[in-house]
């Protein structure tokens, strides 16, 4: 069993930055993969990021390439997500996620049903 609490999430202007970190506990940390899904209000829950176990491999969602940068400290036994030149369209609940497989192929990372673990999310907002 592995619990996840994030926390960084907040209200920013436009333009603005936010990081994210989602806190591990329970089994090995460095044993699982990590996501970072996001929910919109009256939308489906949508990938955003994921990062393998030791942090060699990243992969981003089309819309937040260049923007968002996934990160891991295993030793802190916490992921990241930090966020630039965040847009109104940014606004939504954050949720990171871990699976305990290795996942190479983009219709698998970016399934949320690929993910074993989640945690209760952290609401973004950003103003116009």
């Known amino acids: 069993q592995v619990h996840l609490v994030e926390s960084g999430g907040g209200l920013v202007q436009a333009g603005g930055s936010l990081r994210l970190s989602c806190a591990a506990s329970?089994?090995?940390?460095?044993?699982?993969?990590m996501g970072w899904f996001r929910q919109a209000p009256g939308k489906a829950r949508e990938f955003a990021a994921h990062i393998s176990w030791n942090g060699a491999r990243t992969y981003y969602a089309d819309s937040m390439k260049g923007r968002f940068t996934i990160s891991r400290d295993n030793a802190k036994n916490t992921v990241y997500l930090q966020m630039n030149s965040l847009k109104p369209e940014d606004t939504a609940v954050y949720y990171c996620?871990?699976?305990?497989?290795?996942?190479?192929?983009?219709?698998?990372?970016?399934?949320?049903?690929?993910?074993?673990?989640w945690g209760q999310g952290t609401q973004v907002t950003v103003s116009s």
């Open positions: 996620a871990a699976t305990g497989r290795a996942y190479y192929s983009s219709s698998d990372y970016v399934d949320q049903n690929k993910y074993d673990y």
């Open positions: 329970g089994r090995t940390f460095s044993g699982y993969s």
